[in-house]
């Protein structure tokens, strides 16, 4: 099932002997359904112990687009619990260690030609307790300059929405010369982190639509050094729901995009 509630043609497979099996129950539970998943999400997983890898196979993705892969696992008590996933060779690690909101993403990973994604999972050193899988989210967009769809133009539309339309339409060839915009963690619950690069020393303003086109935030960043600028966005108190991140590059008129979800 899609984040829509539709059946999609998306599955899973466990591929190889490598998972010492479910580890029920081992994950943290906030009692009240308030972590980055539900209580039952977060707390059963598959276990990897040292010398051990477990594989994973997503099928039936769509050759067309190219895939974020959003890596959460959670487990109780205070020895070290970080995991390693591998997908195309290229990696990124999470500790399980009392996690309840942080995921790890891997970006824009391409099924192969049958439409299959293949992810190892590992413990991270042989000092680390567990390797564990608890969830992933797998989000598929379309590989293009404008990935996200801008909110539609509408009779009465707010200002923002049709600020948003015509600047999609009218951003130079500026941008296209610079990297996507990735966000961490995706989810997010309070505050996400922004990576921005720019090719000079920039003046850059944030905002975030809802799907509406309505603005929930807004900010000008200054002083931002040519190449990758993290940037911590705390929108305050927005509804959970779907997002557009729009960054614009107030030099070159110039702006980028990106889908994130609050919980």
Request: without cysteine; glycine residues 10%; charged residues 10%.
């Amino acid at each position: 099932m899609n984040d829509l509630g539709q059946t999609t043609n998306t599955g899973m497979l466990e591929t190889g002997n490598g998972w010492a099996g479910i580890y029920a129950g081992g994950g943290v539970s906030t009692g009240n359904n308030t972590g980055i998943f539900p209580d039952a999400v977060m707390q059963n997983g598959y276990v990897l112990f040292p010398g051990q890898t477990g594989n994973v196979r997503l099928t039936g993705l769509n050759l067309s687009q190219t895939y974020d892969l959003a890596f959460f696992n959670s487990v109780t008590g205070t020895s070290d619990a970080s995991t390693i996933y591998t997908v195309n060779g290229r990696t990124t690690i999470l500790n399980a260690t009392l996690n309840q909101t942080t995921t790890s993403t891997i970006f824009d990973v391409a099924p192969d030609a049958n439409g299959n994604i293949d992810i190892q999972v590992d413990p991270y050193l042989s000092t680390s307790q567990f390797g564990l899988l608890n969830a992933l989210l797998v989000n598929g967009h379309t590989a293009s300059a404008n990935a996200v769809p801008a909110a539609p133009v509408v009779n009465g539309g707010s200002a923002a929405a049709n600020e948003l339309v015509v600047a999609q339409e009218t951003a130079s060839n500026n941008a296209d010369s610079l990297k996507e915009l990735t966000v961490y963690p995706n989810p997010f619950k309070d505050v996400f982190t922004l990576a921005v690069q720019t090719s000079a020393d920039e003046k850059i303003t944030v905002q975030l639509f809802d799907l509406t086109g309505k603005q929930a935030f807004r900010k000008e960043f200054e002083g931002l050094m040519q190449g990758t600028n993290y940037i911590n966005i705390q929108p305050g108190a927005i509804q959970p729901g779907v997002y557009i991140v729009s960054v614009l590059y107030n030099g070159s008129k110039a702006r980028k995009t990106i889908k994130v979800v609050k919980y």
